[in-house]
C-alpha cells in the first residue's frame, strides 16, 4: 500500500508536520527523505530495507560507500548519491558549529561529531582536534590508522601536527572497531606519552574520547583518567 493510502495520522510527513521530527523513526525519518518507494513497496518499507542491511545502525550507513548504498534494491544511484550529499551536509554543520564555538563547554557536539566521523570505520584510526586560545575548532586531523599502539602513534609526530596547526590545545580520539568503548592500558599509556610530549610546547590535552559502535563516545576527562 503507497503511503498516500495510508490514514492521514499515521503518514511520515503529516506526523512530522504535527509532532515534529523527534515523533518519528528512523525508518520514517528515511523514508521522508526518499519521498517514493518502488513497486510494491512504499518509501517507509524501502526505508526499513535499507536500514536492515546496514545493521539498523545509522552510522554505518552513514559511512556506507555509494556502491553500497546503490546495492540495496530500490536505492540506485541517485537516490545513494543523495543521501551521502545529506550525511555530509550533517557533518559540516557539526564542523563549523564546533568551529564557532567553545568546543570543550560543549562535549556533546564534540561527541556527535566523532561519532558520524569514527564510529563505522573498519580499522583503528588516531584523530587531533587541534584548538585554539579559546578552544574553537581550528583543524581534525587524521594522524594514524590501522593498529592503534604506544609504537605506532609517535608523540614526535603529533607534536610537529601541533606546531604546524599553531594549536593551543587539542582533543584526541581514536575509534574501537570491536564496539567496546572501554579503555585498554595502551590507551591510557598512549595517552599519558601524548600529554607529556605536547606539554613541551605548552599544548593542553582536554580530553581523549574513545568511539565504539552507537554507545556515546568514553572521555578519559570524565573517567579521571587525564
Same mark, same amino acid.
Not at 503507497?2 to 525508518?27: N, Q, V, Y
Not at 548504498?69 to 536505492?75: E, R, T
Not at 564546533?98 to 563505522?120: E, H, I, M, N, Q
Not at 580520539?173 to 610530549?197: C, F, I, Q, W, Y
Given at each position: ?28 525519518l528515511l ?6 518507494? $518502488? ?5 517507509? %518499507?524501502?526505508?526499513?530495507? &535499507? !536500514? ?6 545509522? =552510522? #554505518? @550507513? ?5 556502491a553500497e ?7 540506485g544511484m ?46 583503528? $584510526? ?5 584548538? %585554539?586560545?579559546?578552544?574553537? &575548532? !581550528? ?6 590508522? =590501522? #593498529? @592503534? ?75 579521571? !583518567?587525564?
Open positions: 500500500m503507497a503511503i498516500t493510502d495510508w490514514p492521514e495520522g499515521e503518514r511520515p510527513r503529516e506526523r512530522l508536520l504535527e509532532h515534529g521530527p523527534e515523533a518519528l523513526s528512523d525508518a520514517e523514508a521522508i527523505y526518499l519521498r517514493v518507494g $518502488v513497486r510494491g513497496k512504499s518509501a517507509v %518499507d524501502l526505508a526499513r530495507d &535499507l !536500514l536492515q542491511r546496514f545493521d539498523g545502525q545509522l =552510522g #554505518t @550507513l552513514a559511512e556506507a560507500s555509494l548504498l546503490a546495492s540495496v534494491s530500490g536505492i541517485a537516490k545513494a548519491a543523495q543521501l551521502k550529499a545529506s550525511f555530509e551536509l550533517t557533518r559540516r554543520a557539526l564542523s563549523q558549529d564546533l568551529a564557532t564555538r567553545d568546543s570543550f563547554t560543549s562535549p556533546g557536539k564534540v561527541r556527535d561529531w566523532l561519532r558520524l566521523k569514527l564510529a563505522s570505520r573498519g580499522h583503528e $584510526v588516531f584523530m587531533a582536534l587541534w584548538l %585554539d586560545a579559546q578552544n574553537r &575548532l !581550528l583543524k581534525a586531523d587524521e594522524l594514524f590508522s =590501522g #593498529t @592503534l599502539t604506544q609504537t605506532s602513534v609517535y608523540p614526535r609526530e603529533v607534536v610537529k601536527a601541533a606546531l604546524a596547526n599553531n594549536a593551543s590545545a587539542v582533543i584526541l580520539a581514536h575509534n574501537h572497531p570491536s564496539g567496546v568503548a572501554e579503555p585498554s592500558r595502551a590507551d591510557e599509556m598512549l595517552t599519558r606519552s601524548l600529554k607529556e610530549a605536547l606539554a613541551l610546547v605548552d599544548v593542553k590535552v582536554l580530553d581523549h574520547f574513545i568511539v565504539a559502535g552507537n554507545t556515546p563516545p568514553l572521555s578519559f576527562a570524565e573517567r579521571g !583518567l587525564l
